[in-house]
């Protein structure tokens, strides 16, 4: 998954919407591990990093994105996370000691490509996490009646239409879509792929990594999770370490 110079060039303004209510997230964050140390996964731009910094956290990112960690650098109170260039699938490899809370926002999770490194990953993270911390992980909830082959029209402006066609492989569970942009004599393809995992297998590959889950919200303001959520904020706890045997 490319996040090249040109995409991290876009994306704060692609997701501006989401940075202006990065409020919520950073609050319900913070509330976790107060004054605690905090690892995320996929920092990007550092849109909840930076603000979780700012409030008295020692803040960690992980991102193998050169691109994305510069503007994360650049901005105010970006030196304040320790960003580390690495896969976050091998997360426990790229830091030292133990984290009070450790995050993965915004669908990142379905970033690494296979169930087999969404597995190892986890497994990683819950190694580093000191007893009684947490896992916290935003995803969207995958609704497998709207993932098939499709062309959908998501954006029609005076000079311009932006199509996607996406191709979804139900047994592993991947999506490939192709955004385009057709303008006048010109077409621009951007290609995008996922591998989803619905919300019980989360909750199985935490369980793999030790973790037992704590909550369950349909977004960062703590709003229930019902059967009408298209997004989830899942909380797992790691236990106490197990007592040797004798
Ligand atoms: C959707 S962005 C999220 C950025 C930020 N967490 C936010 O919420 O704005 C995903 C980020 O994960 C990074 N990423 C994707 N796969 C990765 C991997 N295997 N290891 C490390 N970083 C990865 C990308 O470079 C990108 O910065």
């Known amino acids: 998954m490319a996040y090249d110079e040109s995409r991290a060039a876009g994306y704060d303004r692609a997701h501006a919407a989401r940075f202006a209510d990065a409020g919520a997230a950073v609050a319900t964050l913070a509330a976790l591990a107060p004054g605690g140390r905090a690892l995320e996964l996929g920092v990007g731009t550092g849109r ?24 994360l650098r650049a901005k105010p109170g970006g030196d304040r996370v320790h960003a580390v260039e690495g896969d976050f699938a091998r997360a426990e490899s790229l830091v030292d000691g133990e984290f009070d809370l450790a995050f993965i926002a915004f669908n990142t999770l379905f970033e690494l490509q296979t ?9 990683g993270v819950a190694r580093r996490l000191r007893p009684g911390g947490a896992l916290v992980i935003e995803a969207f909830v995958p609704d497998v009646t709207q993932l098939d082959q499709s062309v959908a029209v998501t954006e029609i402006g005076d000079d311009f239409v932006r199509l996607a066609a996406t191709r979804h492989d139900p047994p592993t569970q991947t999506t490939v879509t192709q955004y385009m942009i057709v303008r006048a004599g010109a077409v621009e393809l951007d290609a995008w792929s ?21 909550d369950r919200w349909g977004g960062w303001r703590r709003q229930p999770f019902t059967a009408a959520s298209s997004t989830h904020v899942s909380v797992y706890e790691k236990g106490p370490p197990k007592a040797a045997a004798r």
Not at 194 to 214: C, F, H, K, N, S
């Open 115 to 123: 169930q087999d490194a969404q597995v190892q990953c986890l497994a």
């Open 48 to 71: 909840l990093a930076i603000p979780l910094a700012g409030q008295g956290l020692e803040v960690w990112g992980v991102d193998s994105s050169p691109a994305m960690l510069a503007r």
């Open 194 to 214: 996922i591998r989803y995992a619905t919300v019980p297998e989360i909750d199985l590959m935490a369980q793999l990594a030790g973790l037992r889950r704590r």
